[in-house]
Nanobody, 122 residues
Framework: QVQLVESGGGLVQPGGSLRLSCTAS????????MAWFRRAPGREREFVAA????????YSADSLKGRFTISRDNDKVSVYLQMNSLKPEDTAVYYC???????????????WGQGTQVTVSS
């Protein structure tokens, strides 16, 4: 049984920052690549960022580079998404996901959390 649980979402003003966390019950967490996706209202689920199993390699959507940063702490069995300079268009449900290797499609991932809502509004 695998469980991923996101936390840290909420309401933030434009220009603000938020840090999302995802904790995993995945026993072989150190062997899995982790990723963040998001689904905005009226849009398909979108790749945000991913990290290799060790955390040594990170990937992010081009439009988000410089604002969003993914990281992981294998000792804490957690992955994080630091979001800065938030914009209203960042409003979405954010999901963490796990797979044996990094991919850019949601079809590449085997395990998913329930998501956490991020709302950017003044």
């Amino acid at each position: 049984q695998v469980q991923l649980v996101e936390s840290g979402g909420g309401l933030v003003q434009p220009g603000g920052s938020l840090r999302l966390s995802c904790t995993a019950s995945l026993r072989a967490f150190r062997s899995y690549a982790m990723a963040w996706f998001r689904r905005a209202p009226g849009r398909e689920r979108e790749f945000v960022a991913a990290t290799s199993s060790s955390g040594s390699s990170v990937y992010s959507a081009d439009s988000l580079k410089g604002r969003f940063t993914i990281s992981r702490d294998n000792d804490k069995v957690s992955v994080y998404l630091q979001m800065n300079s938030l914009k209203p268009e960042d409003t979405a449900v954010y999901y963490c996901a796990a797979a044996l290797r990094v991919g850019y499609s949601d079809y590449d991932y085997n395990y998913w959390g329930q998501g956490t809502q991020v709302t950017v509004s003044s």
